[in-house]
């Protein structure tokens, strides 16, 4: 076992030797010890699924059916931990990431077709990220929405010069931002209140209220696996600690499903949360109309107190910030990965954010945009996840670390349910009756 060529960093060599020595047994730490050096890149890619697309779905799902659609979020996330493991074992198996085997294995022109359809997902994930951040500003300061954007793309570009100093500095500032998302939603959930006999029964029996119920549900679900995060999170494995031997590359992967499960999980509860607090909030008190970020802030403070307030704008601005960053660098591995061009990483960066700065400062519906990002994002879900499960299932690719049988039929029956749902979500939303 060696260390990584990218293990430049005095950090990143720390917890590279940390990992190694974990791997071989030669350490008496405790487990959670010998577990902390491989915690970080589904951190990192968990953050799609806190982003601002997901407070508009979830805030309006509590406010309108109240708990109904807890079991809906929690299923929905037990998918996306099945499709970030896959993710993650084959960048791990591999050594390469789904963009670059998507080139490899598919003609040159399918695969150009798949880089041109991802990098529309990428400018589509950055917009509503970018959106979500500016509105957060907006909310807290005062500040108007391109102003609030621009301070988005500093701080996005400050975030992601870290990389400079390895990987180890660029995960902890973003597990620390998605653990500041946690901590407000457990302060809201606190100060809300909910009914918690009410949220158990909701959280394991499946039920709807209705075709509104339905179509929420399809959306909640339809955004569960986000393009960009499968295509980083493979990227995010290449390197990061190398093994040689079968037995330590299997403990390696068994390390990295516990990666996966705690972020999703964390992930899992601020979608719940979200929901909940709406609910609680919001349904509770016949305000089932609230249905957009900002009437959600503007309708807190009267309900529940300034501080509530506060925090739930203080929740997006972390959700918008990490999650910019997380969407423009999957923009960078995208382009790299499909056509194997590097340039600049401010360059890329600038290239991936302007759409977004473009269409804030051209005063467009913030929530609206929201949603039409949201479309262009299911368009490229099965450009990612179909690709995946066929990589994943292929021994000559994934050797001792191929999916079994039966992950390859239970990711194929979520990988088709999931596309087919944001089938449904695009039909929905241009011919809505």
Known sequence: MTLPKNSTGSLDSRTVQSALEALSRETKKSRLARVFPFLGPAFIASVAYVDPGNFATNIQ???????????????????????????????????????????????KPVSITMWII????????DLAEF?????????????????????????????????????????????????????????????AAPDWGDIAGHVIRPAFAGRESVLLATGIIGATVMP?????????????????????????????????????????????????????TFYATGKTSVATIEEAYRTLEPLLGPAAKFIFGVSLLFSGLSSSSVGTSAGQVIMQGFIQRHIKPWIRRLVTMAPSLFVIAMGY??????????????????????????FTRRRDLMGDLVNKTATTACAGAAATLIVALNVYLIYATFFPG
């Open 228 to 280: 960009h995060a499968i295509f980083l999170h493979s990227s995010l494995m290449q390197g990061r600690i190398v093994v040689k031997d079968r037995k330590s590359l299997r403990t390696l992967y068994r390390y990295e499903i516990m990666d996966v499960v705690i972020a999703m999980g964390i992930a899992s509860f601020v979608n719940m949360s979200m929901l909940i607090m709406a609910a609680s």
């Open 61 to 107: 799902g509590g406010a309108q059916f109240g708990y109904l659609l807890l079991w809906v979020i929690v299923s929905s996330n037990l998918i996306a931990m099945l499709i970030q493991t896959l993710s993650a074992k084959l960048g791990l198996a591999t050594g390469q990431n789904l963009a670059e085997h998507c080139r490899n294995q598919f003609p």
């Open 131 to 191: 959106m979500g951040a500016a509105l957060g500003f907006q909310l807290l300061f005062g500040i108007p929405l391109l102003a609030g954007a621009l301070l988005t793309a500093l701080t996005t570009f400050g975030i992601l010069g870290m990389e400079r100093f390895g990987f180890r500095p660029l995960e902890a500032v973003i597990s620390a931002m998605v653990a500041v998302i946690a901590l407000c939603y457990v302060a809201e959930i606190f100060i």
């Open 118 to 125: 991802m990098e529309a997902v990428a400018m589509a994930t």
């Open 365 to 390: 519906d913030p929530t609206r945009t929201l949603v039409i990002s949201q479309v262009v994002l299911s368009f490229g879900l099965p450009f990612a996840i179909i690709p995946l499960v066929l």
